[in-house]
């Protein structure tokens, strides 16, 4: 009898070698490599691919490829939809991932259940819950329509054969972890078994037309667990943020075949699911500290979505030796360097004292523009002079501090201007192609200094 020869597979990102290593060679995690029966077929089939000159594909010009427009239906759910690029896409395999009790099950519930009263075949595949809990979910959130299936299986054979009998057009697999294919020797979970179970998904998907939404854990990094081939081979990789005891919850995608990435859901769990937060501008703004110092509102953009955000400093004088910098949902290093811009180019005392940033609603800012509100954030906080309720402040910092241009200004102003805030302040470069809505008043700034005497900053409070 041929003796079954074993590999090790790294459990984080897939890689293989013969020997077990403490250190896994590619991605560098220690203590992940897991033994593992070795395929003899693929070896097989490699051996005779690189003999066969393979299949005979023409090359095409892409003049002449028909165009294609793609099926796409509404999941009844706008901000799914804005995220997803406009809606469902037919035959699509879709990854969501995100922390445990972020609401993965419940919005995928809600979806099912829309498509379900509009009239389509939907089937609701878990290999966590059985079909009571389910059902119990599915009533919480008011679930009707006959065409919605659920199935309690984690044996991938039996959900292929489910889905040729049912053929839904939407189908959700709640984990893809959990889903196995018995002829495999691993366990549940394991590379090769997420591996083969979203392929074979995948085919099925491609084959059928039926859209495929797979529920993803995530490991205490954040990644996605599993392969991460895993990201690779879906069309969208769409990705649940914000933690449980903050209101909001965040739906990107970071992967998106059939639609732009960094678009943003925004979302709320309330007892009956999540409800979508349209006027996302408005609620984050709603709990504002009036006329307070060291708050100030600038305009993000996430993705084609403008979002104002108050941004939240407190400067206080440090009591031990070094002083604090706590930032969250800002970078750490970017509030350093704001800080030493300040201190050196705007002259402001800072080195004795504890700085905290503090973005609300528990969103964060990624993007450069929000440097100059940061700055508006500390120096009010500092000089204890509050910024008036109607400014708003956006720009990119500079080490000489230069105020540099931002990009999507005129939509950023245009929400700034629609919650009630006239006096703007932007960079100068901006102005040259921006016309001020009405009853605004734009403030064109060249440096953070400009910006410090523009909102009054420069006298103590
Ligand atoms: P769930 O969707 O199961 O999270 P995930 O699949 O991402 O792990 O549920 C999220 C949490 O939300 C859970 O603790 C229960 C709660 N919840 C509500 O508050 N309201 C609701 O209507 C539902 C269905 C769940
Ligand atoms: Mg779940």
Not at 23 to 32: A, L
Not at 439 to 448: F, S
Request: hydrophobic share 40%; proline share 3%; net charge neutral.
């Amino acid at each position: 009898m041929a003796k079954t020869k074993t590999i090790y597979v790294c459990s984080e990102c897939g890689y293989e070698t013969p020997r077990w290593l403490g250190k896994c060679p590619d991605c560098g995690s220690w203590n992940t490599l897991v033994e593992q029966e070795a395929a003899p077929a693929s070896r097989l089939d490699e051996k005779k691919m690189k003999r066969a000159p393979g299949s005979d594909a023409a090359a095409v010009r892409v003049q002449d490829i028909p165009d294609e427009n793609v099926e796409r239906r509404s999941s009844g759910i706008g901000e799914l939809d804005r995220v997803l690029g406009g809606g469902v896409v037919d035959g699509s395999l879709v990854l969501v991932g995100g922390d445990p009790g972020i609401g993965k099950s419940t919005l995928l519930t809600q979806l099912c259940a829309n498509m379900a009263a509009d009239g389509a075949c939907v089937l609701y595949v878990s290999g966590e819950e059985s079909a009571r809990q389910i059902k119990m979910r599915a009533r919480r959130i008011g679930a009707s329509g006959s065409g919605f299936y659920v199935l309690s299986e984690n044996d991938m054979n039996t959900v292929e054969r489910r889905m040729q009998e049912l053929s839904p057009s939407v189908m959700v697999v709640d984990s893809i972890q959990t889903m196995y294919r018995p002829e495999m020797a691993s366990a549940p979970g394991s590379v090769s078994q997420v591996r083969e179970s979203a392929s074979m998904l995948m085919r099925l998907a491609k084959t059928s037309g039926c859209s495929v939404f797979l529920v993803g854990h995530v490991t205490k990094e954040g990644a996605i667990a599993g392969p991460r081939i895993l990201e690779h081979m879906v069309d969208a990789v769409l990705y649940f943020e914000g933690d449980r005891q903050h209101q909001y919850r965040l739906l990107r995608a970071v992967k998106n075949r059939f639609g732009s990435v960094n678009e943003l859901g925004m979302f709320e769990m309330s007892d009956r699911g999540m409800m979508e937060v349209e006027n996302a501008s408005e609620a984050l703004l709603s709990e504002r500290a009036h006329d307070a110092s060291g708050s100030v509102v600038m305009c993000a953009m996430e993705g084609s979505r403008p979002l104002l955000t108050d941004v939240q400093a407190l400067v206080s004088t440090t009591v031990f030796g070094n002083p604090r910098r706590m930032a969250s949902g800002v970078d750490q290093g970017r509030l350093a360097l704001l800080l030493a811009v300040l201190e050196k180019r705007v002259g402001l005392r800072l080195y004795d004292q504890d700085v905290y940033i503090n973005i609300a609603g528990g969103m964060s800012l990624t993007e450069p523009a929000a440097d100059l509100a940061l700055c508006a954030a500390i120096a009010s906080s500092h000089r204890n002079r509050p910024i008036s309720g109607n400014w708003a402040v956006m720009g990119e910092v500079g080490l000489a501090g230069e105020v540099r241009a931002i990009s999507q200004a005129e939509r950023r102003v245009l929400e700034c201007a629609r919650l009630g805030f006239d006096h703007i302040v932007v960079p100068k470069f901006n102005l040259r192609n921006l016309r001020a809505p009405e009853g605004v008043e734009l403030l064109g700034a060249e440096t953070v200094v400009d910006m410090i005497v523009g909102l009054g900053l420069h006298r103590k409070g």
